[in-house]
């Protein structure tokens, strides 16, 4: 297995500009997450790995080889689609085999890997079934059998279960990080769905829509400290306020609203009194109640405006004095009575200092 190194990328089409210096580095067996909006150069990202496009500028390695001009079928990558591309007159088995035809192996060394990657994708019941019989769930897993059987140092996958349902959909992302965990391969998983990302990645890069890189982590960096408020609004919901440091730069003065406690993180230590900065706080960080609370660092008052019941979960909107929403959600207790909160209500907001981010402008 070997990392993917991406240098200085520059992609343009028509005379648009899809990436813009991208530089990345993928580690060697992770599974791995481009996120962004449709539009933002991730799929453009995953085709440029795959050889199906040329970079107008930079470098692509695959380990110590560099692979940027490299044809599509010396590389040592092998992509799954988001339709799949399946040979509807081959079967199961000779849709996975198809690869190992082309290198005209024996037919019993074919059968034998055939058989033992539809076991690792949970196929081997279905084996000679036509590629209609199928449903998308299967289909999709055919199409993973395939791309694997070769044994490529990576695995892209662009949008693969975009055509499935919600419920098939959660089911199959747990198999897919069951099957790299197995496999050890170096996955490089394309979407816009920022719940997939946060479910498979061990790293994820988010892309904006100018084609660039806004900030590479986990996904718990990702989504407890991000980077930029792109990021912030886009991974997850958030509240952005915008403010000025004040008082040794240990609160923030938000107009209209009031004064808050903040954290300044180590890198931020060097910024003056007085700068303006924006104040990201997540929703389900905020206690919501209808009495007064003691304990919490930031308190505000405001009157619920909507509702939403989410099952596990209830998000409330909640409109301050000078008009501005402020999203709140709470976890729904299933074994404990909880305080009944209902429109036009006035309710108190509480959250501790620690759970502020600060972003740049």
């Not at 990345?24 to 995953?46: H, M, N, V, Y």
């Not at 919600?166 to 069951?178: F, H, Q, S, T």
């Not at 920022?194 to 084609?211: C, K, P, Y």
């Not at 990201?280 to 660092?297: A, C, L, N, Q, V």
């Amino acid at each position: 297995m070997r990392e993917i190194r991406l240098q200085n990328i520059k992609k343009t089409f028509e005379d648009e500009l899809i990436l813009d210096c991208v530089n990345l580095t993928i580690k060697s067996g992770e599974f791995f997450a481009l996120l962004g909006p449709s539009g933002s150069g991730k799929t453009t990202l995953l085709r440029l790995i795959a050889g199906f496009e040329t970079v107008d500028g930079g470098s692509i390695f695959l380990g110590n080889q560099e692979i940027t001009y490299v044809p599509i079928h010396k590389r040592r990558v092998n992509t799954v689609f988001q339709n799949y591309a399946l040979f509807p007159h081959f079967n199961v088995f000779d849709n996975v085999a198809y690869g190992l035809y082309l290198k005209k192996l024996s037919k019993d060394l074919i059968e034998q890997k055939v058989i033992k990657v539809l076991r690792s994708v949970h196929l081997e019941k279905h084996i000679y079934k036509s590629i209609d019989q199928l449903s998308g769930g299967q289909q999709q897993r055919v199409a993973l059998a395939r791309a694997i059987i070769n044994e490529p140092d990576v695995l892209l996958l662009d949008e693969p279960l975009a055509a499935l349902d919600m419920g098939l959909r959660e089911k199959m992302l747990v198999e897919l990080i069951e099957l790299q965990d197995e496999l050890k391969t170096t996955f490089v998983y394309v979407t816009h769905d920022q719940f997939e990302a946060l479910t498979v990645a061990d790293r994820m890069a988010i892309m904006n829509a100018d084609g660039e890189i806004e900030q590479v982590g986990t996904p718990k960096e990702i989504y407890e400290f991000p980077a930029s408020s792109f990021v912030a609004s886009f991974v997850g919901s958030t509240n952005i306020l915008q403010g000025t440091l004040i008082q040794d730069c240990k609160k923030i003065e938000i107009s209209g609203i009031g004064m808050f406690e903040v954290v300044v993180p180590k890198e931020k230590t060097g910024l003056c009194e007085d700068l303006e900065i924006l104040m990201s706080i997540r929703p389900e960080k905020i206690e919501i109640s209808k009495t007064e609370m003691t304990g919490f660092t930031n308190h505000l008052k405001g009157k619920v405006d909507s509702i939403v019941y989410h099952g596990r979960s209830t998000q409330y909107l909640v409109e301050l004095e000078n008009g501005r929403i402020l999203h709140v959600f709470e976890q729904n207790e299933e074994h404990f009575p909880q305080e009944v909160i209902d429109y036009d209500d006035v309710v108190h907001m509480y959250w501790q200092k620690e759970n502020v981010v600060l972003l740049d402008k």
